[in-house]
């Protein structure tokens, strides 16, 4: 008989795969491995779901070891899984937002020209020139058309959320994926 899994360290829970990637590729640039440490991060398949997973944690015991990511716009999710005031509370609680959501704030972190780069890197200038040249697109400031694009195919969000962060330097990282990464 084996012994059962040890209770991990910390549990961050982000709202999809794409945050989950940023995450874990924020945790490298900084020189961490957060499965090591004992850090299990958790993508909630949205925001609706933390409710549910806040309360399976805190059953296990998990409850004081929970920390988190969320678009400010699902704050209300979170504040009534957690039971948080407002976010100042859920940020005493380790629990961070995004302005609009993740891939915004890593477009502004790494601006046009490093998105544009790192799009030239993954061979698909022409899918976001094509993008870009839809009647919808013209005349949108290009960090919203950069931002819209990123979600317009299967993966290319969670593919190019870990790219952005690997091409940002470390101190360039959005803020609340820093202090995500502090209080963890």
């Known amino acids: ?17 794409s945050d989950r990637e940023a995450v874990l590729a ?12 004992g850090v299990r991060v958790v ?15 805190t059953a296990a015991g998990l409850g004081d070891r929970l920390r988190g990511l969320y678009d400010v716009g699902e704050e209300g999710f979170f504040r009534r ?8 509370d859920l940020a005493a609680r380790g629990f961070f937002a995004c302005v609009a959501d993740l891939e915004e704030e890593l477009v502004r972190a790494a601006g046009v020209a490093g998105v544009e780069a790192v799009v030239t890197a993954q061979r698909e ?6 993008f ?3 009647p919808a697109q013209r ?15 299967s993966g290319r969000k969670a593919r190019y959320a870990r790219a952005l962060v690997e091409h940002l330097d470390p101190g360039a990282l959005p803020q609340p994926l820093r202090r995500l990464l502090a209080a963890t």
């Open 1 to 17: 008989m084996t012994a059962p899994d040890p209770l991990p360290r910390a549990v961050v829970l982000v709202e999809g795969a």
């Open 26 to 37: 924020a945790a490298r640039a900084l020189g961490r491995d957060l499965a090591a440490e």
């Open 43 to 57: 993508a909630l398949g949205g925001a609706g779901g933390v409710a549910r997973q806040v309360a399976e944690l």
């Open 81 to 88: 899984a957690l039971g948080a005031a407002d976010a100042g």
């Open 125 to 130: 200038t022409r899918a976001l020139a094509t």
């Open 132 to 134: 870009r040249s839809q």
């Open 139 to 153: 005349g949108r400031d290009p960090e919203a058309q950069l931002r819209r694009w990123l979600g317009t195919t």
